[in-house]
């Protein structure tokens, strides 16, 4: 079946300017992550959707960046203002409800700032 | 969550099987057993889970120890493709929303 969806896989833009990733999670996965991985580091969490909870944002960086979903299925991710430590492969990830179910993550788009 | 140790790096002949330990000895009764793995420029990937019965699935198995303080992976027949990083990972229920990955082993599978 499908996996989990991300595009642009790919994006390079100018100091400054804003960017949208979009991810498309997994058909029925209530849960929805975002993470980012810099070169040769670990996953840092970003921030996390629960069906029609509040989301947890307490991973965001600043307040450049803010996420929405919208209608319990696709998500964006916006970074406003980009800076050259922005850049990073930004990674989402569903699973079903929590307890122990596994996250399934996307390939990831891959940010580039100039 | 429990932390977990992986040897840094391992090789394996194609077509072997490739075993992959994975040390936690403070792990909780609660707490699952996960196993992803990262092929360069991919997402990290799932591979199997579990928390203290042996779990075969149609990419590996996972056996636990008795008392569950250490779990092995096992590729039963590795391929060139099956060269990534491979994270284990300890986690419990209510562990909160994010996924932590240590240093993983880098598993290299030459032909």
């Known amino acids: 079946g499908a996996g989990v969806s991300q595009s642009p896989s790919n994006k390079v833009t100018e100091k400054g300017k804003d960017v949208e990733l979009r991810c498309d999670p997994i058909?029925?996965?209530?849960?929805l992550y975002w993470y980012r991985q810099s070169l040769g580091q670990g996953l840092e969490f970003l921030i996390y959707f629960q069906g029609n909870s509040a989301p947890d944002k307490s991973g965001l960086p600043s307040d450049r960046f803010s996420a929405e979903r919208t209608g319990g299925s696709v998500s964006t991710l916006t970074i406003q203002r980009t800076q050259q430590e922005d850049s990073a492969v930004y990674l989402c990830?569903?699973?079903?409800?929590?307890?122990?179910?596994?996250?399934?993550f996307g390939d990831g788009t891959r940010l580039s700032i100039l | 969550d429990a932390k977990t140790t992986q040897p840094p790096s391992m090789d394996c002949a194609e077509g072997r099987a490739a075993n992959l330990p994975c040390n936690h000895s403070?792990?909780?009764?609660?707490?699952?057993v996960y196993w992803y793995r990262q092929i360069h420029s991919q997402g990290p990937q799932y591979i199997i889970h579990?928390?203290?019965n042996n779990e075969t699935n149609e990419m590996a198995s996972l056996i636990i120890t008795e008392d569950r303080k250490s779990s092995t992976l096992i590729l039963p027949h590795a391929t060139l493709r099956d060269t990534a990083v491979y994270y284990c990972?300890?986690?419990?229920?209510?562990?909160?929303?994010?996924?932590?990955f240590g240093g993983g082993t880098r598993l290299m599978v030459k032909p």
């Open positions: 990830a569903s699973s079903l409800e929590r307890g122990n179910q596994p996250q399934h």
């Open positions: 579990g928390l203290k």
């Open positions: 058909s029925g996965h209530t849960a």
């Open positions: 403070t792990i909780s009764g609660n707490e699952y």
């Open positions: 990972i300890v986690r419990g229920i209510n562990a909160g929303n994010m996924l932590t």
